[in-house]
């Protein structure tokens, strides 16, 4: 297996063994990591880009809770708002956040939220680490239907706000003309718009448990600095309709979640941590495939939000990121072999806990990722991406990289110029000067592609096709 990701016409600049026992490896390992990480900002994943998106996609999520009159706040999350994904290249994760509903800890006051308000009170006693119930404390004089129709009684007398109702009274919710609902996913609310825009939608609440914030931020650690410690800290949490599987409260209990913050600290990795971030994303999706997500983007983020922590900042750099690679992928292997990793915000918490990680698949990428650990830095070569460019000419590869970037910023414009030029029912002014100039630049743009490929030997192919391709 150590040998299923070479070619015979790969450069010989990458060595076979897992350990540098010379410096002549050492500057192997070096010269490889820096130019892996060339490769990858012709990717799609230089700082620059990075940064285009987070903005893009936060001045989105703006918009659209100032478009609910402070009814809702709307984050984009996951890959998408972390700025690590391409326009198409994976679903778009948005939470909205319910400002009407408060759930509080036990030691925060109920007395300061004003009589509109909802107050739920969290009950952890008898729920796994990171997870609660709520009881309703107060109700509120502006109660949304979602909610007041997921309130269900706990036995006692006391009325419960029920998870698993709450999704489901969401997902009644009509929809946008073009979207197709998909069945439920956990907290989520799977649904496709015009047919290739995916996107999970999960209802969410406030949550005040500076208990469990102030024991993250006394943390002795190497990062992040102490003022990106505390705005993680401002942003507080959310819980979200999901309980602990196999929980017998599962139906009624929801998960502490900190997406704002998790947000705040990758924009707060250095470059190599972040790329490496993105090494591991494509070594999950090309190499271990998982089909339940018994290894998920969440693992390997929290493993490298764990190793940012537990050591210093200028370890990290352009050189050193093929061996953070092996450090982060034998901390993967490990988590496999003991089904445990603490999730970073709440150490407690076990995220292997549920992975439903069956022995057959353990075994497999246990064997998988020792193998990977054995090859030194050609591992990267079992990732098609990277594998590509390596063998491409660098002077096409730079050209199409940049008609990529080019092509993504256009995306990202449209998609909020669409936003701002569109009413309640969600259609567009097609007349508005600057929607049409950045259609006419995408035009040229994609032009520019298809006649460079058909003079390269490719078959012609329509608008729709080149920016769909391009931006994967």
Sequence with gaps: MAESGTRPDEPERFPRQGNMSSKQDLIQWENTSVETCTIL???????????????????????????????ATIIITGS??????????????????????????????????????????????R????????????????MLKQVNDAF???????????????????????????????????????????????????????????????????????????????????????????????????????????????IELISNLNDTQTKLYVLLKMIKNDVLNPRKKEVS????????????????????????????LHEALDALRVALITLELPYYMIPERNLMATSGLDEEQQRTWISTITDMLNEGPRVILRLPKIRQCIV??????????????ELEMLALMLTYRDLICSDENGEVDDTDAILQALYRRRYEVITDVRVRMMMEGSRDINEDAVFFRILM
């Design 41 to 71: 900002n012709w990717l799609g994943y230089g700082q620059e880009i990075i940064q285009a998106r987070r903005d893009a996609y936060r001045e989105q999520g703006k918009l659209l809770t100032a478009r609910r009159c402070g009814g």
């Design 80 to 125: 998408k708002g972390e700025g690590l994904s391409s326009y198409f290249e994976s679903d778009m994760d948005v939470i909205a956040v319910n400002n009407r509903v408060f759930c509080l800890d036990d030691d925060v006051n109920s007395s300061a939220f004003p009589g509109e308000i909802t107050v739920l009170r969290s009950l952890s006693r």
């Design 127 to 142: 729920s796994y680490h990171g997870h609660c119930r709520l009881l309703l404390e107060r109700r509120g004089t502006t």
């Design 152 to 262: 269900c009684d706990d036995g006692y007398g006391r009325e419960l706000l029920s998870s698993d109702l709450y999704v489901n009274n969401w997902s009644k919710q009509g929809l946008r003309k073009g979207e197709v609902q998909h069945e439920r996913a956990g907290p989520s609310i799977p649904s496709t718009l015009h047919g290739h825009l995916h996107r999970d939608k999960v209802h969410a609440l406030h949550y005040y448990c500076p208990n469990i914030l102030s024991k993250w931020a006394a943390r002795p650690r190497h990062w992040p600095p102490p003022e990106a410690v505390q705005r993680v800290v401002s942003l507080g949490a959310v819980l979200t309709p999901v309980g602990f599987k196999g929980s017998e409260y599962q139906h009624v209990e929801w998960r502490v979640c900190f997406n704002a913050g998790e």
């Design 297 to 324: 983007s969440y693992t390997l983020k929290n493993i490298v939000l764990w190793m940012a922590e537990n050591n210093p900042q200028a370890s990290f750099h352009k050189k050193s990121i093929l061996q953070w």
């Design 392 to 405: 491409a000419h660098p002077e096409p590869l730079r050209w199409y990289s940049g008609r990529r970037i």
